[in-house]
């Protein structure tokens, strides 16, 4: 009587923005979530496993999919490949599922264009000043890291109006929150739901 | 540095489907959510409070606000005048908070032509036969009125494609949660958050 399939959010943010802890908190929250795993062409590190961490390629094996328009986006990053089988993600809207890309904002403009049923979604820190509190908090990042993290923060938040919801990862139980509800309300939207009354 | 500005939301469902108890419920979720109160010419019940149950206008008043563009929409049934002032929805939704107007599906895809930002969203049981059976266990209502009741739902329900979202109100607490989180949703999209980072 109703049959639901799912939808593809495409989640942005930058360094220090508290993305992945916000992601974390929607997966405790609600199910059916799975996230996007994304094909290299870089040597996979010790303790991590083709199809879950990446889909480690060749670089041949990487262009054949470019090449046949398996892409929904690549890019490269100091001489290695990185980027979203279309197929995978795919498979995983067909059987119901909601799917997570998490990718920059370039990578994002891109599907929304492939993909206008894509939901995009960025994760922004309050202030650029509390950024900069939490990424010099962590200790570990050098002075000219937390710069070049800064700028990198600023470039990618002026993009933000481009994303369908912004949620402010200001108390973090609250983006929690917010980045389920933006999810929940996705799955009640009348595209998504068959329902035949009898 | 955030500002935001509320949302109107439309809620239509047929009696049964449980949309007095889900707004009940979203009421004691969320914060900031105002009814609509209706203006209408028919006479005071004993109890009834003008500005709270009712805004109480003479035919001549009511005429005259239709005159002057005041009413966001209105219908005449059995000779009395039943709409919605414009005025103090905007009000409402200028101060923040978001607006629920519950009205039928001819009112409601007025509104919506209207005002494109409307979020019309529809209550609906979960088959007819789960309405039947509410509707007869209410015990209260004769044979033919429940036959209305079905008949008319029926009806509303074939307009349900029109509305942004579906509730379907099976478990009620899960329909709850699901209003719930388009209302909060709402409130995040990139038009209605004001953001600056400094």
């Known amino acids: ?73 690549y890019a490269e990053y100091v001489g290695n490949y990185y980027g979203t089988p279309e197929g995978p993600v795919n498979e995983m809207l067909e059987a119901g599922n909601d799917v997570i890309l998490e990718i920059e904002v370039q990578g994002a403009l891109i599907v929304k264009n492939k993909r206008p049923d894509a939901i995009l979604v960025f994760i922004t820190p309050p202030s650029f000043d509390i950024l900069e509190e939490r990424l010099r908090n962590r200790g570990t990042e050098k002075e000219e890291v937390v710069k070049m993290r800064l700028e990198k923060a600023r470039s990618e938040c002026s993009h933000m109006d481009e994303y369908e919801y912004i949620i402010v990862n200001d108390v973090l139980d609250e983006a929690i929150q917010d980045l389920s509800s933006v999810v929940r309300a996705a799955r009640c939207r009348s595209t998504q739901i068959d329902i035949k009354l009898v």
């Open 1 to 73: 009587m109703m049959n639901k399939k799912g939808s593809l959010f495409i989640v942005t943010g930058p360094s220090g923005a508290g993305k992945g802890t916000v992601l974390a908190g929607l997966s405790r929250r609600l199910s059916n979530v799975f996230y996007s795993v994304s094909a290299t062409t870089r040597q996979p590190r010790p303790g991590e496993v083709d199809g879950k961490n990446y889909y480690f390629k060749t670089k041949e094996e990487f262009e054949g999919m470019i090449a046949r328009g398996e892409m929904l986006e």
